[in-house]
T-cell receptor
Framework: KAGVTQTPRYLIKTRGQQVTLSCSPI?????VSWYQQTPGQGLQFLFE???????NKGNFPGRFSGRQFSNSRSEMNVSTLELGDSALYLC??????????????FGPGTRLLVL | AQSVSQHNHHVILSEAASLELGCNYS??????LFWYVQYPGQHLQLLLK??????LVKGIKGFEAEFIKSKFSFNLRKPSVQWSDTAEYFC????????????FGQGTTLQVKP
C-alpha cells in the first residue's frame, strides 16, 4: 500500500502571499490530520478532517485553513504568509481518527520557506 | 491542558550502549501512547504504540517501551544502540475526545557514535 503523499515537497514564498499544500492519505484512510513542525515549537496540531468535515482544530490563527475532498484527499491553505510560518508541514492519515485504537501515519512533509 | 514532556533533549551514546528516553504526560484518563522516530532526511515513522493490555510493548528495530500508569510515563528503551539509531525521537499522546490529534513532546535527538 502506498504511504501518505504530500505535494509539493518544497516551497518558497514571500510574505503576504498565500500557499496551498496537498495531502493524499493511505488508501482506505478517511481521517487526515495536519501538523506544523518548527525547531522552536516542535510538532503542533493544526486540524483534522474526516468525511469532508473539520472535526478538531488546534490553536492557530484563522489564516490557516483546510478542507477535505470526497476521496479523502486534503489541502491546507495559509493566507497572508508571515516569516514565522516557515516550517515543515506534516500530514498524517488514519482509518477514522477516532478516539479508539487508531494510529496515524505520516507523510514526508512540505517544507515551506517564507522570505 | 494535556501535555507531553520528554526529559532529554539531546543524548549522545556510543554504539552498544543502552538507551532509555523518558516521556511523561499529563492527562488523568485513558490515553493512547506512541513513540515516533524521524531519521535524518526521512519522514516520521511509528516505532511502537500502547493502547491497552501488557504495559511492556515491543516495537521495530529492537525498541521497547513500558507504560507505568501511576507515574504517567511511557519510557523508550533499547538494550544496545547502533549508529543507525541516530535520529530524533518523539513521544506522543492521543486522548479520547481529541479526535485525530496527537500531542507531541519536544523530541529527543539521539546521536550514536560509532
Amino acid at each position: 500500500k502506498a504511504g501518505v503523499t504530500q505535494t509539493p515537497r518544497y516551497l518558497i514564498k514571500t510574505r503576504g502571499q498565500q500557499v496551498t499544500l496537498s495531502c493524499s492519505p493511505i488508501s482506505g484512510h478517511r481521517s487526515v490530520s495536519w501538523y506544523q513542525q518548527t525547531p522552536g515549537q516542535g510538532l503542533q496540531f493544526l486540524f483534522e478532517y474526516f468525511s469532508e468535515t473539520q472535526r478538531n482544530k488546534g490553536n492557530f490563527p484563522g489564516r490557516f485553513s483546510g478542507r477535505q475532498f470526497s476521496n479523502s484527499r486534503s489541502e491546507m491553505n495559509v493566507s497572508t504568509l508571515e516569516l514565522g510560518d516557515s516550517a515543515l508541514y506534516l500530514c498524517a492519515s488514519s482509518i477514522t481518527g477516532g478516539p479508539g485504537q487508531e494510529t496515524q501515519y505520516f507523510g514526508p512533509g512540505t517544507r515551506l520557506l517564507v522570505l | 491542558a494535556q501535555s507531553v514532556s520528554q526529559h532529554n533533549h539531546h543524548v549522545i551514546l556510543s554504539e552498544a550502549a543502552s538507551l532509555e528516553l523518558g516521556c511523561n504526560y499529563s492527562y488523568g484518563g485513558t490515553v493512547n501512547l506512541f513513540w515516533y522516530v524521524q531519521y535524518p532526511g526521512q519522514h516520521l515513522q511509528l516505532l511502537l504504540k500502547y493502547f491497552s493490555g501488557d504495559p511492556l510493548v515491543k516495537g521495530i528495530k529492537g525498541f521497547e517501551a513500558e507504560f507505568i500508569k501511576s507515574k504517567f510515563s511511557f519510557n523508550l528503551r533499547k538494550p544496545s544502540v547502533q549508529w543507525s539509531d541516530t535520529a530524533e525521537y518523539f513521544c506522543a499522546v492521543n486522548a479520547p475526545g481529541n479526535t485525530g490529534k496527537l500531542i507531541f513532546g519536544q523530541g529527543t535527538t539521539l546521536q550514536v557514535k560509532p
